[in-house]
């Protein structure tokens, strides 16, 4: 089954961070457990960036496609999102902050 791109990037982001400093040293079932979490926390990350740009219009659409849940949620936010110019690369550069900063605390 192919992963549409904004997981894709999640799990790159999850595994560079899992690569780094002490969490390499960690067993499979902690390294697994983290990994849940982290993918949660960055697509958090992404709902959150996004909804902090968008019209309280645009928030109760997502909120709807939420009710609904999964693809239909995927759908709407890639939809909204391009109704939002700059989003992409706010979100990206967030994610990106945020993964360093992960792996510089997996370093210490």
């Known amino acids: 089954m192919t992963q549409d791109p904004t997981t894709e990037y999640i799990n790159s982001l999850v595994e560079q961070v899992l ?3 002490q969490y390499q040293e960690l ?3 902690k390294r697994e457990e983290i990994r849940g979490k982290l993918q949660e926390h960055f697509h958090n990350i992404i709902i959150d960036t996004a909804v ?3 019209t309280d219009d ?3 659409e997502l909120n ?3 009710e609904q849940g999964g693809e239909k949620t995927e759908t709407k936010m890639t ?3 391009a109704q939002i110019p700059g ?3 706010d979100i990206e550069e967030r994610l990106n902050r945020e993964a ?3 792996q510089k605390l997996g370093s210490e």
């Open 100 to 102: 360093e900063q992960l």
């Open 27 to 29: 067993e499979e079932q």
């Open 52 to 54: 902090n740009r968008m």
């Open 19 to 21: 690569n780094s400093g």
């Open 64 to 66: 709807n496609a939420l």
């Open 79 to 81: 939809e909204l999102s």
């Open 58 to 60: 645009q928030v109760e």
């Open 87 to 89: 989003l992409a690369e």
